[in-house]
């Protein structure tokens, strides 16, 4: 199996995975201790938290704290839930491509939803004009359906000189590209090598917000529930790593794509900016391409069809169609991911086989 699915979910990092076991029993056996109790397991336990507290930290702007959540779908929850005062109803923005943990929940606060449009490249309008007392602007960092890199720090600039709270989905550039300058950053670790099942929300020093889930009052009273520190240590130890490797995944993306591009036909058509783009999704589509027809005739390749909201839901894709794409473009549109993992031979031989493929419904 050739994994290009990168933008769904990431292969555990080794270290990950290391940094995890001792959390899960140990070599004493004794390592699955509730980081909230006071015993010396216990403190183990929650030592190894704060640990990896500060290894996430260190992906995102000086001057915040990190809370852990069960995902990132959480933390965005937790941001813009979180952030509205009781029967607050002032206009939010989100811009048109963000995932659906970020659209459903701020159409769920029942306030007005301003939409900040993209252009056919994919990209977010910065000048968009925000709805007068808006309270909130939310714009994503790298799009995880066709990749492209949004300009938060213009966006959050405006934003912030009307008064407005900004949130940051860094999900797909966290550990790849530096986090935008935002109020809360959402970070899921599944997307960087770390665990799934937990997530984060950095909050920048001064931002007040309420508790969306209440009980025990784990995470600074911000968020109930006994978190695993397994989970946590896992994350960490990812994000440190993607920190350390930074450039170097980095060229090796650069590479992968560049061979990429080249090996495939001419007659796919790169969905969104390929200057503007984190180079570890390639979104294209191929006239008249069938593309179930397409997933069933190479079953040995993970990837994705880019028609499908990558959210999980099955709803076609509101990012396509945000570009200006028909339901037909939308249809014979796939995204291939990769990243730190991918062999160049192996990207190479799912080019050939895609075009191979693509070719072979041309002649039947
Ligand atoms: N935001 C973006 C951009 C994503 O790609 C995803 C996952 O697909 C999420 C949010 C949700 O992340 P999680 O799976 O941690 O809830």
């Known amino acids: 199996m050739i994994y290009l699915d990168y933008q769904a979910t990431t292969p555990l990092a080794p270290e990950a995975r290391a940094a995890m076991l001792p959390w899960l029993d140990g070599p004493d056996g004794m390592g699955f201790g509730n980081p909230h109790s006071q015993h010396k397991m216990g403190r183990a336990s929650a030592a190894a938290m704060e640990v990896a507290r500060e290894q996430v930290a260190g992906l995102c702007p000086p001057g915040g704290r990190v809370i852990f959540t069960g995902s990132a779908t959480e933390a965005i929850n937790l941001a813009l839930r979180g952030s509205a005062p009781a029967g607050d109803r002032r206009p939010l923005a989100v811009s048109a491509i963000e995932h659906a943990a970020v659209l459903d929940t701020a159409q769920a606060l029942g306030s007005p939803v301003a939409t900040i449009p993209v252009n056919g490249e994919g990209i977010a309008d910065p000048q968009v004009s925000l709805p007068a007392g808006t309270r909130l602007v939310a714009l994503m960092q790298v799009n995880n359906e066709i990749g492209t890199i949004q300009p938060c720090a213009e966006l959050f600039a405006r934003a912030r ?204």
């Open 161 to 364: 000189s009307i008064g407005a709270l900004t949130l940051c989905d860094g999900v797909q550039a966290a550990g790849k590209i530096a986090l935008a300058q935002a109020d809360m950053i959402a970070l899921s670790a599944h997307k960087l090598h770390g665990p799934k099942g937990i997530g984060a929300l950095w909050i920048r020093d001064g931002v007040q917000l309420t508790p969306i889930l209440t009980g025990g009052g784990q995470e600074q009273g911000l968020r109930s529930g006994t978190l695993s520190p397994a989970l946590c240590a896992g994350f960490g130890a990812a994000a440190a790593l993607a920190a350390e490797r930074r450039e170097v995944d980095h060229s090796h993306v650069e590479r992968l794509w560049k061979k990429a591009v080249e090996l495939l036909d001419k007659r796919w058509i790169i969905n969104g900016s390929s200057e503007h783009r984190w180079h570890g999704n390639l979104n294209i589509r191929r006239e008249g391409l069938d593309v179930a027809r397409l997933m069933s005739d190479l079953r040995d390749l993970a990837f994705s069809a880019g028609s499908a909201c990558a959210s999980g839901s099955g709803r076609p894709s509101h990012v396509l169609k945000a570009i200006g794409l028909d339901s037909s473009e939308a249809k014979c549109s796939i995204r291939l991911g990769f990243g730190r993992y991918t062999g160049e031979a192996d990207l190479e031989a799912a080019a050939r086989a895609i075009n191979a493929a693509a070719d072979r419904q041309e002649m039947t």
